[in-house]
Structures are given as C-alpha cells and as structure tokens.
C-alpha cells in the first residue's frame, strides 16, 4: 500500500503565492519521479511539473518561470511552490510518483484525494 497526502491548497487572490505539499509514504521501495498534476472538473488532468531523482525539472509552458518543484533529502516529500498566481491556476492539484513499490499495484496507479487551490479577487 502507498499513501500520498497533499496539502497546502486554499483560496488567494492574483498574483499570490502557495506553497503544496506531498507526503509519501508505504511500501516504497525506490521513487524515480515525482509528479504534480491539476484537474479542473470537467477537464483531463494536467501534468504541471515533474523532477526526478536526480533533481531533474521539468515544468508546463503554462507555469514556467512561476511554479518551481523540490523535495526534501529523503525524496519522500515533494513540494511546489507557486507563485504569481492567476484565475488559470485554480485547479485540484494531486501528485503522483513513478518508480518502485512492492506489491502487484503499479506506484503509478496510486493518487491522493488532492488540494484545491482556488485564485479569484
């Protein structure tokens, strides 16, 4: 069993900040990557930002230069910091991880129930 909680969503206005957060935990035996994905209900989920476990980073065109991914040493919480935030942004954010889990579920298969953000004046 794998377990990710995020946190860290709630309600700012344009151009502020947020700062979330997933925890990992379970029977991981290796994270490769980690992910942070957004859905707006009624549209697909979005892949916003990805960094390996090398420190790799990769971002959405839509968040470039305002949204920055991290984790801590031991790979098994993963951050975004958000900011200058827009309307655009307000989504659920959920992360995910690729990598190494026992059991018979891919690590992959496994989401949290997500953080909502929401950006509105």
């Known amino acids: 069993q794998v377990q990710l909680v995020e946190s860290g969503g709630g309600s700012v206005q344009p151009g502020g900040s947020l700062r979330l957060s997933c925890v990992a935990s379970?029977?991981?035996?290796?994270?490769?990557?980690t992910y942070w994905y957004r859905q707006v209900q009624g549209k697909q989920r979005e892949l916003v930002a990805k960094i390996t476990s090398d420190g790799s980073t990769t971002y959405a065109d839509s968040v470039t230069g305002r949204f920055t991914i991290s984790r801590d040493n031991a790979g098994n919480t993963v951050y975004l910091q958000m900011n200058s935030l827009k309307p655009e942004d307000t989504a659920v954010y959920y992360c995910?991880?690729?990598?190494?889990?026992?059991?018979?579920?891919?690590?992959?298969?496994?989401w949290g129930q997500g953080t909502q953000v929401t950006v509105s004046s």
């Open positions: 995910n991880l690729d990598g190494v889990v026992a059991g018979t579920t891919p690590l992959y298969k496994y």
């Open positions: 379970g029977n991981i035996r290796r994270i490769d990557a």
